[in-house]
Each structure stands twice: as structure tokens, then as C-alpha cells.
């Protein structure tokens, strides 16, 4: 069993930037990819950003050149750096591993998600 725990969320202004955190209990390094999703109150779940074993990513497009995945096989960690944030951009931020391809079906293993809010 792998434990997911997000961190890193909180409020800021419009602009700002925020690195969400996503620690695994379990080694994540067998795990061909890892995802971050996201979910705003009255709106479907949206896959924003992927990353295989390999450090190959895709983004969707309302985050692509300002958002950054990355992920750390020996430490058992996947990152996403957001810059530039807008207020659409606000919602739970949920990290999951196991996603199977691109907008295909999520992996078994979430965590518990983390708030970011972008005023103004």
C-alpha cells in the first residue's frame, strides 16, 4: 500500500507562485507515471499535468509555460511548480500514482488533496 500526502497549498495573490508536494510512503520509482489533478467546487475533475518514470511530462493546455511537474524517484516525491497563478487556477490540487496514459484512467493511490486559492 502507498500513502499520497499533498502540501504546499495556501492563498495567494494572482501572479504569485506555489510548489505543491507530494510525498509517497512507498517507492514510487516502479511506478511508469504519476499525475496531479485538480478540482474546483462545480467542476469536473481536470487532469493538469503527467510525468513518467523518466521525467517525460504533459501539461493541459490552461497550464502549459506556467506550471512545472517534476518527480524525485529516490526520495519517493512528485513536485508542481506553479507560477504565474490566475484565480481560475484555484481548486483541490490531488496527486495520484498509477495514471495509465494521458487523460486515461487514474492510478489506485491519491492523497488527501490540498486547497490553492488565487485572489483577486
Known amino acids: 500500500q502507498v500513502q499520497l500526502v499533498e502540501s504546499g497549498g495556501g492563498l495567494v495573490q494572482s501572479g504569485g507562485s506555489l510548489r505543491l508536494t507530494c510525498a509517497a510512503s512507498g517507492s514510487i520509482a516502479n511506478t511508469w507515471a504519476m499525475a496531479w489533478y485538480r478540482q474546483a467546487p462545480g467542476k469536473q475533475r481536470e487532469l493538469v499535468a503527467a510525468i513518467t518514470r523518466g521525467g517525460n511530462a504533459n501539461y493541459a493546455d490552461s497550464v502549459r509555460g506556467r506550471f512545472i511537474i517534476s518527480r524525485d524517484n529516490a526520495n519517493n516525491a512528485m513536485y508542481l511548480q506553479m507560477n504565474s497563478l490566475k484565480p481560475e487556477d484555484t481548486a483541490v490540487y490531488y496527486c495520484?500514482?498509477?495514471?495509465?496514459?494521458?487523460?486515461?484512467?487514474?492510478?489506485?493511490?491519491w492523497g488527501q488533496g490540498t486547497q490553492v486559492t488565487v485572489s483577486s
Open positions: 495520484n500514482s498509477g495514471i495509465s496514459s494521458w487523460n486515461g484512467k487514474p492510478g489506485d493511490y
